[in-house]
């Protein structure tokens, strides 16, 4: 079992940045796999990015250029710098580990 924490969502506005953070309760955390994913009401979670155990990062086409993924094993913590950012942003995101847990969701506001 593992508990997944996200923060550092909020109100931007369109053009601006954030970043979240997520720290992993688990063992041996540098060999999972972690993701974003972000959700909007009506709508399936899709994935923004992911970086493996072994560093590849992979990012949905949507966000390539405006957002990195990186991690801190020594940390267990994951992170999603945003740049840029547009109203079609907007989503709870979602931190998930091996694709197996998933923590709570931050709301994300890009909004003038």
């Known amino acids: 079992q593992a508990q997944l924490v996200e923060s550092g969502g909020g109100l931007v506005q369109p053009g601006g940045s954030l970043r979240l953070s997520c720290v992993a309760s688990v063992i041996n955390f540098n060999l999972y796999d972690m993701s974003w994913y972000r959700q909007t009401p009506g709508k399936q979670r899709e994935l923004v990015a992911s970086?493996?155990?072994?560093?590849?990062?992979h990012y949905a086409d949507s966000v390539k250029g405006r957002f990195t993924i990186s991690r801190d094993n020594a940390k267990n913590t994951v992170y999603l710098q945003m740049n840029s950012l547009k109203p079609e942003d907007t989503a709870v995101y979602y931190c998930n580990i091996g694709r197996l847990y998933w923590g709570q969701g931050t709301q994300v506001t890009v909004s003038s």
């Open positions: 970086a493996t155990s072994d560093y590849t990062t």
